[in-house]
Each structure stands twice: as structure tokens, then as C-alpha cells.
T-cell receptor, first 111, second 114 residues
Framework: KQEVTQIPAALSVPEGENLVLNCSFT??????LQWFRQDPGKGLTSLLL?????REQTSGRLNASLDKSSGRSTLYIAASQPGDSATYLC??????????FGSGTKLNVKP | SQTIHQWPATLVQPVGSPLSLECTVE??????LYWYRQAAGRGLQLLFY??????ISSEVPQNLSASRPQDRQFILSSKKLLLSDSGFYLC?????????????FGQGTRLTVV
């Protein structure tokens, strides 16, 4: 069964810093990997989707990379802002339409 | 555009009572539908998914069941709630396809069993 791990579990940084969130998965047979943001008590907002054939995707200050062979993805956030504070989740889609999530990285960006 | 609705947003139920959470999707047809649970401080656990009306796959044995009576309606149920059923329940959908298709989530239902 696919296992997804996210490191670190929590991160606190001053505003303006660039930061990297990590996601690793045990089964490299994936269709895609998706990064989500979750605000407290809310649902998930999709940030970026990387297909298995892609190496990276960019959206504004966010850049996600994928190394499928090594089972790793990173989410890079440039020039972090207090509004970026949230929990960031990665999910991999494997066979049979199933998504598997990591437990998330809780980010706090201090003004 | 497509939207997903979940209700209720919050629910407090006594142990042993029944449960029914509903999720509907608009603006698409024949989507794949999913129920996830997020326990406090933990990741999302896939509970059920459905690729079509009446087709339900269960990921883990538990006190819950799911049904899909209509193409864009997904219902999570229990006959008798347990304390361990407390958590944040999220419904998700995606169009059928391979690597290019994103998953979208509802706003969740916070269930507290007392």
C-alpha cells in the first residue's frame, strides 16, 4: 500500500523567507501528485498538480517538483507571507482512482 | 463551473445515533467521488470511493457505509455512531482520466460524537 510522508510536520518562519516542504512516497507507480492547502477547519484547496511525466509545475510564488523514480516531491514557496500560513498536504494518485495523503506540514509565517 | 457541496458543516451526535452526511457535485457528470476522514492531528484517510452509481469501494473496515444513489450524490452513513467516528469528513470529486485531472474537495463536515 502507498505510504506518503511529509517533512517537516510543522514549520515556523519569518515573513519573506523562501522555504521548501517535502513529500515522499513509497510506490513510484503514480499517475500524478497534487499539493493542497488547508486552512483551519476548512476543506482543501488545490494548489498544483504534477503529472507523472512532468518534473515541475509553477503557479505564482509556488513551484512544485517531482522526482518519481526516487519517490519525492518538493513544494517551494518564495518570499513567504503571513497569508501563506496553513497546512500543506500532498497527495499521490495511484491505481484504481485512489489518492493517498501525507499528514501535512503546518506552516506559520510570522509577520 | 463545477462546485461541490457538503452538509452539514458541523454535527454533534450522541453515541449510538445514526449518521447521514451528504455530498453533491454540480457542473459535471459521471465523476469519481470520494469520502475522506481527517482525525485530529492526523492525515486524511480514504474511506470510500465510487466510480459510478451504486458502485462503492471501501478502503478500510469500519462502522461506516457509503452509497451513491445518483450520479452526483454521495452519502456517508452509519447506523450507530461510535466515539471513534469523530473527525473531519471531506468529500472529493474528480473527472475520470489519467494524470491530468485534479481532485477537488468540499468544505468538510466536523462530526463530534459525544
Amino acid at each position: 500500500k502507498q505510504e506518503v510522508t511529509q517533512i517537516p510536520a510543522a514549520l515556523s518562519v519569518p515573513e519573506g523567507e523562501n522555504l521548501v516542504l517535502n513529500c515522499s512516497f513509497t510506490d513510484s507507480a503514480i499517475y500524478n501528485l497534487q499539493w493542497f492547502r488547508q486552512d483551519p477547519g476548512k476543506g482543501l484547496t488545490s494548489l498544483l498538480l504534477i503529472q507523472s511525466s512532468q518534473r515541475e509545475q509553477t503557479s505564482g510564488r509556488l513551484n512544485a517538483s517531482l522526482d518519481k523514480s526516487s519517490g519525492r516531491s518538493t513544494l517551494y514557496i518564495a518570499a513567504s507571507q503571513p497569508g501563506d500560513s496553513a497546512t500543506y498536504l500532498c497527495a499521490v494518485r495511484g491505481n484504481f482512482n485512489k489518492f493517498y495523503f501525507g499528514s501535512g506540514t503546518k506552516l506559520n509565517v510570522k509577520p | 463551473s463545477q462546485t461541490i457541496h457538503q452538509w452539514p458543516a458541523t454535527l454533534v451526535q450522541p453515541v449510538g445515533s445514526p449518521l447521514s452526511l451528504e455530498c453533491t457535485v454540480e457542473g459535471t457528470s459521471n465523476p469519481n467521488l470520494y469520502w475522506y476522514r481527517q482525525a485530529a492531528g492526523r492525515g486524511l484517510q480514504l474511506l470510500f470511493y465510487s466510480v459510478g452509481i451504486g458502485q462503492i469501494s471501501s478502503e478500510v473496515p469500519q462502522n461506516l457505509s457509503a452509497s451513491r444513489p445518483q450520479d452526483r450524490q454521495f452519502i456517508l452513513s452509519s447506523k450507530k455512531l461510535l466515539l471513534s467516528d469523530s473527525g473531519f469528513y471531506l468529500c472529493a470529486w474528480r473527472e475520470k482520466g489519467q494524470g491530468t485531472v485534479e481532485a477537488f474537495f468540499g468544505q468538510g463536515t466536523r462530526l463530534t460524537v459525544v
